[in-house]
Nanobody, 122 residues
Framework: QVQLVESGGGLVQAGGSLRLSCAAS????????MGWYRQAPGKQRELVAS???????NYADSVKGRFTISRNNAKNTVYLQMNSLNPEDTAVYYC????????????????WGQGTQVTVSS
């Protein structure tokens, strides 16, 4: 089955940087759009950034100019480079991917990572 595994979260001081990675594995035929979401304490989950197959990225207003999403299709991996972090960025970050599973053709399904904690201290 398809699985998304995230890494790169941790504790960082305000103004610092982190790079999140999410690698997909399993019976993958094709990965379409990929993205990152986050859920802060007491908040609803929100879209942080997304990147479709064509590579035209989209960002939440709160992270524009600070975060960069990218992908390596050969490695089935999506990245989120986070710079100039502030305490408001503290959240569990989840990656998401729309994937065609070779075992579930012809449909596309959404898959989610387990989440990785990002904590930004002042």
């Amino acid at each position: 089955q398809v699985q998304l595994v995230e890494s790169g979260g941790g504790l960082v001081q305000a103004g610092g940087s982190l790079r999140l990675s999410c690698a997909a594995s399993g019976s993958i035929l094709r990965i379409n759009a990929m993205g990152w979401y986050r859920q802060a304490p007491g908040k609803q989950r929100e879209l942080v950034a997304s990147i479709p197959t064509g590579g035209m990225t989209n960002y939440a207003d709160s992270v524009k100019g600070r975060f960069t999403i990218s992908r390596n299709n050969a490695k089935n991996t999506v990245y989120l480079q986070m710079n100039s972090l502030n305490p408001e960025d503290t959240a569990v970050y989840y990656c998401n991917a729309a994937i065609q599973d070779s075992r579930r053709l012809p449909y596309e399904y959404d898959y989610w990572g387990q989440g990785t904690q990002v904590t930004v201290s002042s």
